[in-house]
């Protein structure tokens, strides 16, 4: 299903399936698009039903959402910036979930101090930046990660990941377009 239009998204599945929301025109924000998150959530349907899940770089909310959709307990999304956190509450009262928790936050200072442990974690930060590495890096020292926890890297297709933690295993991957996605799991 294309998506509506430049600043608005559909979910695509569980019980909030053809909704759409819309997201402030903010430059960074480049929602995962809709096949790329059909497939993201075909392999995560082992996990996703009552996971604690995380969505470091939310802009649209597209993955929280979807998540929350699709049956997980609970979602923390974090974004930097203010407008984009206001939507996502709007949109979570429209929905009438309380499942959502909204933080503005950076990524990597939200990492330093959390203190919860998360089943699924999406790592989707703007492209050409180090804030997969900086993520990497944090998640590798930290204890944000439950055992078997899945791990979701979105980066542009012609991007090199940096190294991932040695506890990590690649699960899948694949490519659409200029977008390259990774699913790990942390051992």
Known sequence: MAQASKNSLRIIGGQWRGRKLSFPK???????PDRVRETLFNWLV???QGANCLDLFTGSGALGFEALSRGAASVTMCD???KIISTLKQHAALLKTTSGIFLQT???GFLKRNTQKFDVIFL??????DLLAQCFGILS????LNSGAMIYVEAHSKEE?????????EHRSK???DVAYYLFIKE
Do not use: H
């Not at 903010?26 to 995962?32: F, G, H, S």
């Not at 989707?124 to 930046?129: E, G, Q, R, V």
């Not at 020292?141 to 944000?144: K, L, P, Q, R, V």
């Not at 990941?161 to 295993?169: A, C, E, I, K």
């Open 26 to 32: 903010v430059e960074a924000i480049r929602p995962t």
């Open 46 to 48: 082992p996990v996703i």
């Open 80 to 82: 930097s910036d203010p």
């Open 106 to 108: 950076d990524a990597a």
């Open 124 to 129: 989707d930060p703007p492209f050409a930046s």
């Open 141 to 144: 020292e930290t204890d944000s």
């Open 161 to 169: 990941l940096p190294p991932v933690p040695d506890n990590w295993s």
């Open 175 to 177: 490519k659409a377009g």
